[in-house]
């Protein structure tokens, strides 16, 4: 049996969660496979939200097997929190959880360095979560970063200080104020709860679960505009968040890819700085802002909202080869007498270009150096709440993404909870 692939078609924050979550009784693992705590899946379960930084969204079914996968970084502090909120629940994480030994673990140290460096940046600052993501990872390339196998070792403390010697002495370049020994006991403590659990050789045993015919969803996480090669670059994420990163981040070879499910919402959203070409800094942003409830899961921050992005999605498709598309919040979108879709961008290119814009339906090489005027096309709104079928009207504007897009939309979310999603098609979509 092969992998299938749910991941994000925008800047995160697509609702990714609900979707693995309504998939997952298809299938016996859910693997995430790439990110860190500054992931946020948000999830309506019985009328109760749930927001799963690390742990995969499979976790609430007690059949489905969960793997956190090499390519993942883990804060053993948000972990523990996390983990003591299933358990509060009721959930036997210990039977449904598997973590590879190959995962890097986030030092508070890690944390300490996101701060500092965010801060030397000022008004050019990325908005980074500071959940120390990049430091973990610089460190992974760097070949320095400690891994969850190393938890086993018995050099493991001492590889630890060295690497907290190292982060230290970075620290005091940049002239910043810390008190590590509250951080330090709290991440001791939590670090004894994941040697507790069971951590696994992932590629081998992700290998010999496709062999013996389970089926699989890798879950990715953040989206494909924030992938560190094909985002908007610096504004992006340390991970690469496209599907070909389900293949470094599981250890699985490319042909085991089957279907790749793209998640994108019924509008743009956007958290932290960074170039987005459909920005609405109106009335409209705002109400978007006020229906959506668009405020991070992991920050909290108000999320900057506009108009759909075609020729940014058409980047995602053909990124991830997304062989289809789920459209979510699209009740968002109920109130609007018209919708707009951004199907171009006019790029003021006078420094390059001699004094010439030009019109494009593909995203540059660097957005956020152009001036962009994004291009709308209006579509008249179907201006109803949405129940249980789809207004004409919207049926009209997904027919027309379809074919904007190439690519099939077979259902629709209209609301957080796990069964407020319509079915476009009766025929199984994975």
Same mark, same amino acid.
């Given at each position: ?44 379960? /019985? ?154 050789? @992932? ?36 991970? /690469? ?63 900057? @909202? ?22 979510? !919040? ?9 919708? !707009? ?35 709308? !096309? ?53």
């Amino acid at each position: 049996m092969a992998v299938d692939v749910i991941l994000g078609l925008q800047w995160g924050d697509e609702g990714k969660g609900k979707i693995v979550d309504y998939y997952a009784t298809d299938y016996d693992i859910i693997a995430r496979f790439q990110g860190g705590p500054n992931a946020g899946h948000t999830l309506k379960l /019985n009328g109760q939200q749930f927001v799963l930084h690390t742990i995969p969204s499979g976790i609430f079914n007690d059949h489905i097997i969960n793997v956190i996968g090499n390519g993942v970084v883990i804060d053993p502090v948000v972990f523990r929190a996390e983990l003591d909120n299933l358990i509060t629940l009721g959930i036997d994480v210990k039977s449904r959880l598997l973590i590879s030994k190959k995962a890097h673990l986030i030092l508070p140290t890690h944390r300490l360095l996101d701060a500092a460096a965010e801060k030397a940046k000022g008004k050019s600052k990325i908005g980074s979560t500071l959940k120390g993501i990049a430091p973990a990872y610089m460190d992974k390339t760097g070949r320095n970063g400690l891994r969850v196998g190393d938890l086993l070792l018995e050099s493991f403390n001492d590889d630890y200080q060295f690497l907290v010697n190292k982060h230290k002495a970075l620290l005091e370049n940049y002239n910043f104020e810390f008190d590590l020994a509250p951080l330090e006991s709290e991440w001791q403590e939590a670090v004894e709860i994941i040697r507790s659990l069971n951590l696994i050789d @992932c590629e081998h045993y992700i290998n010999d679960q496709i062999i013996a015919g389970k089926k699989i969803m890798a879950e990715g996480a953040q989206g494909t505009l924030l992938d560190i090669d094909y985002g908007t670059y610096p504004y992006v994420t340390s991970s /690469n968040t496209i599907s070909a990163s389900a293949c470094i981040g599981l250890g699985i070879a490319p042909n085991q890819i089957r279907d790749v499910i793209g998640i994108a919402k019924a509008y743009c959203t956007r958290v932290g700085n960074g170039p987005f070409p459909s920005e609405l800094d109106d009335e409209t942003g705002e109400l978007l802002r006020k229906v959506g409830n668009e405020f991070g899961a992991t920050t909290g921050r108000e999320r900057r @909202c506009g108009w759909i992005d075609l020729p940014a999605l058409k980047y995602s498709i053909m990124l991830n080869g997304a062989t289809q598309m789920i459209l979510t !919040k699209v009740d968002v979108l109920n109130e609007f007498d018209e919708i !707009k879709v951004c199907t171009h961008y006019d790029l003021d290119k006078h420094e390059l270009n001699n004094n010439k814009t030009e019109r494009v339906d593909r995203v540059p090489y660097d957005l956020h150096k152009y001036g962009i005027t994004p291009v709308y !096309k209006s579509i008249k709104g179907w201006n109803t709440e949405i129940k249980d079928s789809i207004p004409e009207l919207l049926e009209d504007y997904l027919e027309y993404l379809e074919k904007e897009l190439n690519i099939k939309i077979p259902m629709i979310s209209i609301g957080p909870a796990r069964e407020q999603i319509i079915r476009r098609t009766a025929e199984s979509i994975i």
